[in-house]
C-alpha cells in the first residue's frame, strides 16, 4: 500500500513515428502493461505542451531542434514540436493500459516552462502537486517507468529522491533519448542520487 507505479509519458510522439520518437519506444508497453498489477497504486504521467510552448524549436526562429537556449530558468534544450494538446501524438499509446490508473498527471501544459519531471516544473520551483497527492495517500516507495530514461524519467527519479521518496528505475521499461551523452550522465545522476535500478 505504501508503494506506487510511475509511468512517464508512454505517448505516441515518443513512440517510433511519433514527432520526437524515442528508438524502441513502442516497446515499454509489454513489460509496463505487465507490471501493473503488481501495484496498488498507478500513476501515469502525459506531457502536454500548448502549440505555443516554449520548448519547441520552431517557437524560436532560426533555431534547430535539439540545440539549447537559455531560459529565465536555465538552460533549456529545443525539441521538435510534440505532445500538443489534443493531437493524437499526446495520446498514450494505443497498447498502453489506462484503466488501472486512478491518476493522470499532466504536465508541461504552460507555455513559458517545459516540465520534465513529474513533479517540479523545470523552474525547480513549481509543484506539479504529485508530491501531495502520494504523500496524502501514505505513498513512500516509488517505481519509475516510461520515456525518456534520460530526461523525463531521470528528472522524475532525482526530483522524487531529493523529496524522500525511495525510488527503483526499471531500465529495461524505459528508453532514452541519449542526446550528447545525456544516458550516460543521467544514469550516473540518478546512482549518485540513490536510485535503484531494477
Ligand atoms: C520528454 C523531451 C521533451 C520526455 C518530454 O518525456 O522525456 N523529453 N519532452
Ligand atoms: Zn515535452
Not at 54 to 78: K, V
Not at 162 to 171: H, I, K, N, Q, R
Request: glycine share 10%.
Amino acid at each position: 500500500m505504501t508503494e506506487a507505479l510511475i509511468v512517464i509519458d508512454v505517448q505516441n510522439d515518443f513512440c517510433p513515428g511519433g514527432d520526437l520518437p524515442v528508438t524502441g519506444g513502442d516497446q515499454v508497453v509489454a513489460p509496463i502493461n505487465a507490471l501493473m498489477d503488481r501495484f496498488d497504486t498507478v500513476v501515469l504521467t502525459q506531457d502536454w505542451h500548448p502549440a505555443d510552448h516554449s520548448s519547441f524549436a520552431a517557437n524560436h526562429p532560426g533555431a534547430q531542434a535539439f540545440t539549447e537556449i537559455a531560459m529565465p530558468y536555465g538552460p533549456q534544450t529545443l525539441w521538435p514540436a510534440h505532445c500538443v494538446q489534443g493531437t493524437k501524438g499526446a495520446e498514450f499509446h494505443a497498447g498502453l493500459r489506462t484503466d488501472p490508473a486512478q491518476l493522470i498527471l499532466r504536465k508541461g501544459f504552460r507555455a513559458a516552462v517545459d516540465s520534465y519531471s513529474a513533479f517540479f516544473e523545470n523552474d525547480k520551483t513549481t509543484p506539479t502537486g504529485l508530491e501531495f497527492y502520494l504523500r496524502g495517500r501514505g505513498i513512500t516507495r516509488l517505481t519509475l517507468v516510461g520515456l525518456a530514461t534520460d530526461y523525463c524519467v531521470a528528472f522524475s527519479a532525482l526530483d522524487a529522491r531529493a523529496l524522500g521518496f525511495d525510488v527503483t528505475v526499471l531500465p529495461q521499461a524505459c528508453r532514452a533519448i541519449d542526446l550528447a551523452g545525456s544516458l550516460a550522465r543521467q544514469m550516473q545522476a540518478m546512482a549518485d542520487a540513490g536510485v535503484v535500478f531494477g
